[in-house]
């Protein structure tokens, strides 16, 4: 049988790549063996839904990589490109296999890998193809992403790959010049290549190959929607998809990415979808182990070598705003932020569960109420001062949301606020707007059961509570907290401080543990922090309200007054 197989693919590179991941030869995550236990399954099964693999056609592909094209860059300039194995697998996955009518089976391509692994130059070699030898007439090829720029730095691999290569320079026309140039022409079939951005939206572009970079980076779907629109007049259209791993669940490329896993494990069958994703196994850690480190890395030891990895590893360690960059551009872990503020080894060093109430009663606490808008999650935060026989801040959190549309909300979120409210971690009021009398009332009850000192809150959302709280004669130690960089600043150094000193001990609800997952700081120029709802990637309101309750707690409350107690 291994000899058969050796016959079988000393021609045929993909197959083998497939063989070797999938019999261990080659280190690979958990989707890309899906995606080659898929090639290998089709080779047998494809025919039946009228696939064809054409070994003659990937030969043909890599052969115009090596022999026609250039790589630049540092030690590779001007080197003939020569496909590593994993990049053979995806170029000949894509031009080898073709549909029952003859022409090409892929139309889109989701490809995810650490940084520095070649990806541009890659699907910049596709592009150059796609020009010159895929046999389109007016073929229209373009690098495209949501910002000029960013479609630049995938052009300009193409066009120094044609600056290179003696025949390429030979056979394309340049337009502009430098680091301006901003169309590759192939005369003799009326071709061009070209760099195109949200902005260039309404040009109208026809697409037979389009070339997407960095797409976790968009905001949105409007550059694959643009490009996919234009493809319907094309024979067989293809686009390519590239990017590091995110950090937003709920964007186009983490969609992209978990239509790839569904893909290639089998659990949606779309012959035209292609998917090869880097990706860790559940039980690796890269900060701990190299071994798993070719997972996330096809090329290392080549374009990326281990001493740069360790490099990165090394100040990530002792700085957890930088470990999620690190986890995301290097080993393909999808992180909950883009910088963290907490890291999760942090947060759940933290965890002290639910207080016993014997605990909690005669304590001083100070409280922070981050209102929402009528559908939006609203949070209360209370930290009890240590005791001499309790010697940490005790936390304890609320959260609201209105019942109706709970489960898409959910959906929206990517989180199960049904299971949270089930298990009553989460406060559902009836109707499709948050009931603030219900918030009311909580207040009341904790009010009469615990010693608080003081609540903070923000103005803004306020104004609609304040009637609530004099139609009910509910008096609450309120303090009005601003929520600039002037007083966030103080209090989330002070609950920081809690955090990394383990001098707080938190009542492990889910809610505020994804809270804090999410949470992003901005610095202003003075250096003085706060949290970013803008840039989070999910809700925040519990670390808000945590960081309000801290910084309460750093006032002094002596006796109830007009400014700070409310008695309405």
Same mark, same amino acid.
């Given at each position: 049988?291994?000899?058969?197989?050796?016959?079988?693919?000393?021609?045929?590179?993909?197959?083998?790549?497939?063989?070797?991941?999938?019999?261990?030869?080659?280190?690979?995550?958990?989707?890309?063996?899906?995606?080659?236990?898929?090639?290998?399954?089709?080779?047998?099964?494809?025919?039946?839904?009228?696939?064809?693999?054409?070994?003659?056609?990937?030969?043909?592909?890599?052969?115009?990589?090596?022999?026609?094209?250039?790589?630049?860059?540092?030690?590779?300039?001007?080197?003939?490109?020569?496909?590593?194995?994993?990049?053979?697998?995806?170029?000949? #996955?894509?031009?080898?296999?073709? =549909?029952?009518? $003859?022409?090409?089976?892929?139309?889109? %391509? /989701?490809?995810? +890998? &650490?940084?520095?692994?070649?990806?541009?130059?890659?699907?910049?070699?596709?592009?150059?193809?796609?020009?010159?030898?895929?046999?389109?007439?007016?073929?229209?090829?373009?690098?495209?992403?949501?910002?000029?720029?960013?479609?630049?730095?995938?052009?300009?691999?193409?066009?120094?790959?044609?600056?290179?290569?003696?025949?390429? #320079?030979?056979?394309?026309?340049? =337009?502009?010049? $430098?680091?301006?140039?901003?169309?590759? %022409? /192939?005369?003799? +079939? &009326?071709?061009?290549?070209?760099?195109?951005?949200?902005?260039?939206?309404?040009?109208?572009?026809?697409?037979?190959?389009?070339?997407?970079?960095?797409?976790?980076?968009?905001?949105?779907?409007?550059?694959?929607?643009?490009?996919?629109?234009?493809?319907?007049?094309?024979?067989?259209?293809?686009?390519?998809?590239?990017?590091? #791993?995110?950090?937003?669940?709920? =964007?186009?490329?983490?969609?992209?990415?978990?239509?790839?896993?569904?893909?290639?494990? &089998?659990?949606?069958?779309?012959?035209?979808?292609?998917?090869?994703?880097?990706?860790?196994?559940?039980?690796?850690?890269?900060?701990?182990?190299?071994?798993?480190?070719?997972?996330?890395?096809?090329?290392?030891?080549?374009?990326?070598?281990?001493?740069?990895?360790?490099?990165?590893?090394?100040?990530?360690?002792?700085?957890? #705003?930088?470990?999620?960059?690190?986890?995301?551009?290097?080993?393909?872990?999808?992180?909950?932020?883009?910088?963290?503020?907490?890291?999760?080894?942090?947060?759940?060093?933290?965890?002290?569960?639910?207080?016993?109430?014997?605990?909690?009663?005669?304590?001083?606490?100070?409280?922070?109420?981050?209102?929402?808008?009528?559908?939006?999650?609203?949070?209360?935060?209370?930290?009890?001062?240590?005791?001499?026989?309790?010697?940490?801040?005790?936390?304890?959190?609320?959260?609201?949301?209105?019942?109706?549309?709970?489960?898409?909300?959910?959906?929206?979120?990517?989180?199960?606020?049904?299971?949270?409210?089930?298990?009553?971690?989460?406060?559902?009021?009836?109707?499709?707007?948050?009931?603030?009398?219900?918030?009311?009332?909580?207040?009341?009850?904790?009010?009469?059961?615990?010693?608080?000192?003081?609540?903070?809150?923000?103005?803004?959302?306020?104004?609609?509570?304040?009637?609530?709280?004099?139609?009910?004669?509910?008096?609450?130690?309120?303090?009005?907290?601003?929520?600039?960089?002037?007083?966030?600043?103080?209090?989330?150094?002070?609950?920081?401080?809690?955090?990394?000193?383990?001098?707080?001990?938190?009542?492990?609800?889910?809610?505020?543990?994804?809270?804090?997952?999410?949470?992003?700081?901005?610095?202003?120029?003075?250096?003085?922090?706060?949290?970013?709802?803008?840039?989070?990637?999910?809700?925040?309101?519990?670390?808000?309200?945590?960081?309000?309750?801290?910084?309460?707690?750093?006032?002094?409350?002596?006796?109830?007054?007009?400014?700070?107690?409310?008695?309405?």
């Amino acid at each position: 049988m291994a000899a058969r197989r050796k016959k079988n693919t000393s021609s045929d590179p993909v197959t083998q790549y497939a063989l070797d991941v999938t019999e261990g030869r080659v280190v690979a995550g958990p989707h890309v063996r899906h995606a080659c236990r898929r090639h290998l399954k089709d080779l047998t099964d494809g025919p039946a839904r009228g696939l064809v693999w054409r070994p003659d056609l990937v030969e043909r592909v890599l052969g115009f990589f090596k022999e026609v094209l250039r790589l630049n860059g540092g030690e590779f300039e001007g080197l003939p490109y020569e496909p590593l194995p994993w990049q053979a697998f995806i170029i000949g #996955s894509l031009f080898g296999w073709l =549909s029952a009518d $003859g022409f090409r089976r892929f139309r889109v %391509a /989701y490809i995810e +890998t &650490g940084k520095g692994n070649g990806k541009s130059p890659m699907i910049a070699g596709i592009g150059i193809y796609g020009l010159m030898a895929d046999g389109e007439p007016r073929a229209e090829i373009y690098a495209g992403a949501t910002k000029k720029d960013q479609a630049m730095i995938l052009f300009r691999d193409a066009v120094a790959m044609v600056d290179q290569s003696p025949l390429l #320079s030979r056979h394309i026309t340049k =337009s502009g010049g $430098g680091l301006n140039v901003w169309n590759l %022409a /192939y005369m003799r +079939t &009326g071709s061009f290549f070209r760099p195109i951005s949200a902005d260039d939206g309404q040009s109208g572009p026809r697409p037979h190959i389009a070339l997407l970079d960095e797409i976790h980076e968009h905001r949105n779907r409007y550059v694959v929607d643009m490009m996919k629109a234009g493809q319907k007049g094309r024979r067989q259209p293809l686009m390519v998809m590239i990017t590091n #791993s995110g950090s937003d669940k709920r =964007s186009v490329c983490f969609q992209f990415h978990e239509y790839a896993g569904k893909v290639t494990s &089998g659990s949606v069958e779309d012959d035209r979808f292609f998917g090869y994703v880097c990706a860790l196994d559940e039980a690796d850690d890269p900060f701990v182990d190299k071994a798993c480190w070719p997972k996330a890395n096809p090329s290392l030891g080549i374009t990326i070598k281990n001493q740069y990895l360790e490099d990165q590893i090394l100040p990530a360690r002792s700085m957890p #705003s930088q470990e999620a960059m690190v986890r995301r551009l290097n080993f393909c872990q999808w992180t909950e932020a883009e910088s963290p503020w907490i890291s999760r080894e942090i947060w759940e060093a933290c965890a002290g569960g639910m207080p016993d109430e014997v605990l909690l009663r005669g304590r001083r606490c100070f409280g922070g109420l981050d209102l929402s808008s009528t559908q939006d999650l609203t949070s209360l935060v209370l930290l009890f001062e240590p005791t001499e026989a309790d010697p940490v801040w005790r936390q304890r959190a609320w959260f609201w949301l209105p019942n109706d549309g709970l489960f898409e909300k959910g959906e929206r979120d990517k989180v199960d606020y049904i299971v949270w409210r089930n298990q009553g971690h989460l406060l559902t009021t009836p109707g499709k707007a948050i009931d603030k009398m219900a918030i009311v009332r909580q207040c009341a009850v904790l009010g009469a059961a615990y010693d608080i000192q003081s609540i903070a809150y923000d103005r803004w959302r306020y104004e609609d509570m304040s009637p609530l709280l004099e139609r009910e004669g509910v008096e609450l130690p309120l303090v009005p907290f601003g929520q600039g960089f002037k007083d966030m600043s103080p209090a989330l150094d002070e609950y920081e401080r809690m955090l990394l000193s383990e001098l707080l001990a938190h009542d492990s609800n889910p809610v505020m543990g994804w809270c804090a997952a999410n949470a992003v700081t901005v610095t202003d120029p003075a250096g003085n922090r706060k949290l970013s709802k803008e840039r989070a990637t999910g809700r925040i309101d519990g670390m808000v309200a945590a960081i309000m309750a801290a910084g309460a707690s750093q006032q002094t409350v002596d006796k109830p007054c007009n400014d700070i107690f409310v008695s309405l």
